[in-house]
């Protein structure tokens, strides 16, 4: 499971703040194509569902939001080493240009100059001079903003930008992938997937609300890419747990084949497709292979 590659994480620590770095993702790439089989979600899903045989120490690699670095840096490596890949891509996101509220928040919370901040519910204000109490309050804005979705969580975005006097992090940015990249990701091989369209917690959200962000992303995402969406990626920005039965059904209804958490695990033949375990693609490579190897020996969750 991977979000973001760039050249020195750095540069993105105020605003993705979970990328990983050029030299990281490519040492684990080259690692992929030596020592297990590359292979693809689709293939992973049918293992898990229907018992599909696939070669020993078969992996997927995944990709979560549609960030710009996904084309300009990881897709190189990916095709150095032949390695297939999922882009779950968030449609707001893509769509305008403007990257996730959770990077909005991210940016504000830590370029801000302002030396306090309100809780907009609870009331508490957290001094923001105070670097374990600033992280207590980013924390705080993204519980608030997992459990919102559209115009409700963008109204909530701008509230905070303003109250904490920030220039907004928008499309200027440019972090994200536009729809042409995202089409270019699927020509060169990789398959595509949704991601929602606000980037919710769906299991925090009302049934409605999970429908239109889990139906509404799939169905944006294939009319850009003309064909149909059968993977998605559950978002897990704040709040626990990330998905429920009640989502579990959306998406089986809304016609996705598998499904992938954020939980750390490795998948078994038998295990549901639609709550699918992934393991992170740490800045750490040494841990990475640690992690990717105790899943195959019998270290699952």
Known sequence: MYHSVVEDPRQTANTIRISQSRASFEHQMSTLARRFNPVTIEEISDFAANGRKLPPWSVAVTFDDGFADNQEVALPILSRYAIPATFYIMVDAVETGTPPW??????????????????????????????????????????????????????????????????????????????????????????IGAHTLSHPNLAHVSRDEANAEITGGKARVEKEVGEPVRHFSYPHPALNPQWSPQTLQITRE????????????????????????????????????????????????
Request: charged letters at 20%; proline letters at 4%; a neutral charge.
């Open 102 to 191: 959770y990077c909005r928040f991210t940016f504000a919370f830590n370029t801000t100059t302002v030396s306090e901040w309100q809780h907009p519910t609870n009331g508490r204000t957290f001094n923001l001079g105070d670097s374990d109490e600033r992280k207590a309050a980013l924390n705080a804005a993204w519980d608030l903003g997992a459990a919102q979705t559209g115009a409700a969580q963008e109204q909530l975005v701008q509230q905070i930008e303003q109250a904490l006097r920030v220039e907004p992090l928008d499309a200027r940015s440019g972090l994200m992938m536009n729809w042409d990249s995202v089409r270019a990701m699927k020509k060169a091989g990789h398959t």
């Open 254 to 301: 809304a016609g996705y084949k598998s499904a992938v958490l954020t939980t750390q695990g490795s998948v078994g033949p038998g295990d549901e497709p639609l709550s699918l375990k992934r393991i992170p693609g740490y800045e750490d490579s040494a841990l990475w292979l640690w992690q990717l190897e105790r899943g195959f020996i019998g270290g699952r969750n």
